[in-house]
């Protein structure tokens, strides 16, 4: 006899007539380790993960411990608030009217564009307000007057420096514009407790808000030429033109339509 792959093989003899000779072979096979062997795939039932398929190995391979990585973060404790604020360069603008949310830009000129469609107003990221689209009816013209030190200077040094003399600053605008500073940072370096708004793209109309606040506003007139915008009633505006030496009256039309070829650009303050 003799055991090759789990099956018992039998080599038998059988009488003949001068002994015993050779007979066929049998075999008895061990069903117990054929199951075995052949059963790599078997069902596991557990209450917490139901039925699960394994897979049974001929043989074992050697136990590899577990790669254990840690997250390189540190978990606090504390309440912690996250605070976002927009760039200097980026401000936000909020147009609200009707009750709602309309435009939220950071283009003030756009914002007040969509709040003076809607009868609204204009707030920035802090809920000051920018913008109002309602007025007085009218506005009498502030007296304004360059320094003596500016007298003889540029359109705009005479401009700067009347808008400088009407908060009470009696400072020689024509010194800080020669040495390269612009009309906004002389405004903004001067006046550090208002806030200089730059309108570029308004219309006459929507900053004549800043005008009923009681405050001038600079305008561009043309390429050397800027005037300041003192007054106003429901069809005229009084301005400060440096090239006609005093206050003079235009109609909006007139007005609007100058300081539009201009560029329509605004300097304002509140």
Same mark, same amino acid.
Request: some cysteine.
């Given at each position: 006899?003799? +055991?090759?792959?789990?099956?018992?093989?039998?080599?038998?003899?059988?009488?003949?007539?001068?002994?015993?000779?050779?007979?066929?072979?049998?075999?008895?096979?061990?069903?117990?380790?054929?199951?075995?062997?052949?059963?790599?795939?078997?069902?596991?039932?557990?209450?917490?993960?139901?039925?699960?398929?394994?897979?049974?190995?001929?043989?074992?391979?050697?136990?590899?411990?577990? %790669?254990?990585?840690?997250?390189?973060?540190?978990?606090?404790?504390?309440?912690?608030?996250?605070?976002?604020?927009?760039?200097?360069?980026?401000?936000?603008? +909020?147009?609200?009217?009707?009750?709602?949310?309309?435009?939220?830009?950071?283009?003030?000129?756009?914002?007040?564009?969509?709040?003076?469609?809607?009868?609204?107003?204009?707030?920035?990221?802090?809920?000051?307000?920018?913008?109002?689209?309602?007025?007085?009816?009218?506005?009498?013209?502030?007296?304004?007057?360059?320094?003596?030190?500016?007298?003889?200077?540029?359109?705009?040094?005479?401009?700067?420096?009347?808008?400088?003399?009407?908060?009470?600053?009696?400072?020689?605008?024509?010194?800080?514009?020669?040495?390269?500073?612009?009309?906004?940072?002389?405004?903004?370096?001067?006046?550090?407790?208002?806030?200089?708004?730059?309108?570029?793209?308004?219309?006459?109309?929507?900053?004549?808000?800043? %005008?009923?606040?009681?405050?001038?506003?600079?305008?561009?007139?043309?390429?050397?030429?800027?005037?300041?915008?003192?007054?106003?009633?429901?069809?005229?505006?009084?301005?400060?033109?440096?090239?006609?030496?005093?206050?003079?009256?235009?109609?909006?039309?007139?007005?609007?339509?100058?300081?539009?070829?201009?560029?329509?650009i605004y300097i304002a303050y509140q």
């Open positions: 006899m003799e +055991f090759v792959n789990g099956v018992l093989v039998m080599h038998r003899l059988t009488e003949g007539e001068g002994g015993y000779v050779q007979a066929s072979q049998d075999s008895i096979v061990n069903r117990s380790q054929e199951d075995e062997e052949q059963k790599v795939i078997h069902s596991t039932v557990t209450e917490k993960k139901q039925t699960q398929m394994q897979l049974t190995l001929s043989e074992m391979k050697k136990d590899t411990p577990p %790669v254990y990585v840690a997250a390189k973060q540190i978990l606090n404790k504390e309440d912690k608030k996250m605070v976002l604020k927009p760039s200097q360069d980026q401000r936000m603008y +909020f147009a609200y009217a009707k009750g709602k949310l309309q435009k939220a830009t950071t283009v003030m000129a756009e914002a007040i564009r969509i709040a003076d469609e809607h009868m609204g107003v204009v707030v920035d990221e802090k809920q000051n307000y920018i913008w109002k689209r309602a007025r007085k009816s009218m506005q009498m013209s502030f007296e304004v007057q360059p320094s003596d030190a500016d007298a003889a200077g540029s359109s705009v040094v005479k401009c700067v420096s009347a808008l400088l003399r009407h908060e009470g600053m009696e400072v020689s605008a024509g010194e800080l514009l020669e040495r390269g500073d612009t009309p906004q940072e002389v405004l903004e370096s001067l006046m550090s407790e208002r806030e200089v708004l730059i309108l570029e793209g308004c219309s006459l109309s929507q900053v004549l808000y800043y %005008v009923n606040c009681g405050t001038p506003v600079l305008a561009a007139a043309g390429t050397q030429e800027t005037m300041l915008v003192t007054g106003y009633d429901a069809l005229n505006v009084w301005l400060y033109d440096p090239q006609a030496g005093g206050i003079v009256k235009s109609t909006i039309e007139e007005a609007e339509e100058k300081f539009r070829a201009a560029g329509g």
